[in-house]
């Protein structure tokens, strides 16, 4: 497994933007995708946006579509979520994920908290 740190969590105004990073150490040769998702107090967790590894192809929860912007850099090993016109529920603890075929590794979370 790798490991994950996850950093740019922080305190924002309702229409702010924050970007989240989510750096692996080891190989990630054998990683398929990875994702950021998301959870909130007394809520499940949600996927907000998953991207592959070799393709770059991209997804997104409906609720982000347009405003969110996830990424990748292989040769950092780190995916980055692009978060603008915030809203405040978006408010959350945000989880980065790598996935293998087999395996699934988790960031400890960064909390993001949209409020005036």
């Known amino acids: 497994q790798v490991q994950l740190v996850e950093s740019g969590g922080g305190l924002v105004q309702p229409g702010g933007s924050l970007k989240l990073s989510c750096a692996a150490s080891g190989s990630i040769f054998s990683i398929s995708s990875m994702a950021w998702y998301r959870q909130a107090p007394g809520k499940q967790r949600e996927l907000v946006a998953s991207?592959?590894?070799?393709?770059?192809?991209?997804n997104y929860a409906d609720s982000v579509k347009g405003r969110f912007t996830i990424s990748r850099d292989n040769a950092k090993k780190t995916v980055y979520l692009q978060m603008n016109r915030l809203k405040p529920e978006d408010t959350a603890a945000y989880y980065c994920?790598?996935?293998?075929?087999?395996?699934?590794?988790w960031g400890q979370g960064t909390q993001v908290t949209v409020s005036s």
């Open positions: 991207i592959s590894r070799v393709s770059g192809f991209t």
């Open positions: 994920k790598f996935s293998t075929p087999r395996e699934e590794s």
